[in-house]
């Protein structure tokens, strides 16, 4: 497209082009920085991205309003980097390290984010204008949440802030929207808070040994097993051929408990009590006449598993069903369910009377 540029805007384009590559060069040296930091942090963020203003796309700047720029210095999205953030309180701390990694321009950085007008949702970003090292240009970089991207991008199509009247009934669905929008932003962040809220309080009730108090669910699960719940049993087992212990995830358990009616961890630990006799008594069997000198830490919930199920009349397709739940269904598991019901009905256990069912 030609370009009709006066003699000093010409010569602004002739020095972008004569540090294009130092622009280059530049540009992924603040991505590398950026993202490296974030990572080291454990910060998650949905993308960082950068990009170095075409030329057409200066011409045309300079097309517009050359006449504002003494020289190229002063033009100060020559290099834009962007990122995007899930949360909304992410944004802070994604500034935070722009202001640790770069010389901050304090007096052209804009925070939209403090604009209040009814359709300024998805022109919320926080807009820094930065420079690194010896580099005499300045560089913008955007933060924003995913929500706010997605809402400029939409706004943009849709010629909503390009100066072209919108008709009243498309406006006011648009404010709408922007405002459900701002809405969600607020609510996801709020929800993260009050999650990672739940896990300390769950963790301290586990610390404490208040099982009971605690409901069975994914992250009081992990909390659990960080007890180690499990391992006297195992030791009792290994004990039986002197064997070694791996350990493996104790994961894919949560479900079977969930399965067996667990509604609590303290229902997990009575299991334990209840039934560590039973699922030794089924372990010596499997394994007392055998040379195994290796044996995985999930032994020892999988005999308390399959000696609840008999105990409480789940026979083989309960032990069919917690098979298939583990490792996805097969037709080995029907055999290996139908062995292991015959071998568990033989057992002591199995006649004895209990005080419990187990919950």
Request: with cysteine.
């Amino acid at each position: 497209m030609e370009r009709h540029l006066d003699a000093h805007c010409q010569a602004i384009l002739q020095e972008f082009q004569d540090h294009l590559p130092q622009f280059e060069k530049e540009a992924a040296e603040a991505y590398e920085k950026l993202k490296r930091t974030l990572d080291d942090a454990g910060l998650r963020v949905a993308a960082i991205e950068y990009r170095i203003k075409t030329e057409d796309s200066l011409a045309g700047k300079l097309e517009l309003k050359g006449s504002k720029y003494k020289s190229l210095a002063d033009i100060t999205d020559i290099i834009g980097l962007r990122v995007i953030t899930f949360y909304i309180d992410d944004v802070d701390k994604v500034s935070s390290a722009v202001d640790r990694l770069f010389t901050i321009d304090w007096t052209n950085t804009i925070d939209k984010r403090k604009l209040h007008e009814i359709d300024s949702f998805g022109y919320m970003s926080l807009h820094y204008i930065c420079s690194q090292g010896d580099f005499s240009y300045r560089f913008e970089i955007q933060i924003r949440t995913v929500l706010q991207h997605a809402w400029a991008n939409i706004s943009h199509d849709t010629g909503y802030k390009s100066g072209v009247e919108v008709p009243k009934e498309y406006l006011r669905n648009l404010n709408r929207l922007a405002g459900m929008l701002e809405l969600a932003d607020e609510q996801f962040s709020s929800i993260r808070s009050e999650l990672a809220d739940y896990k300390r309080r769950v963790k301290a009730l586990v610390a404490s040994g208040n099982l009971d108090d605690v409901p069975l669910d994914g992250d009081s699960y992990r909390s659990f097993l960080d007890l180690k719940p499990f391992d006297a049993l195992n030791r009792r087992i290994a004990a039986v051929n002197q064997a070694e212990i791996q350990e493996v995830s104790l994961i894919p358990y949560f479900e079977i408990f969930k399965w067996l009616g667990m509604e609590s961890l303290g229902d997990i630990s009575r299991l334990i009590k209840d039934y560590s006799d039973a699922a030794f008594q089924f372990a010596c069997y499997q394994i007392g006449l055998t040379d195994l000198d290796i044996i995985s830490s999930s032994l020892g919930p999988q005999d308390l598993c399959i000696a609840y199920i008999m105990k409480n009349g789940g026979g083989k397709a309960g032990i069919r069903f917690m098979l298939d739940s583990l490792s996805g269904p097969s037709q080995s598991n029907e055999m290996m369910a139908g062995m292991m019901a015959e071998q568990a009905a033989d057992l002591p256990f199995m006649n004895q009377k209990e005080s419990t069912d187990g919950k």
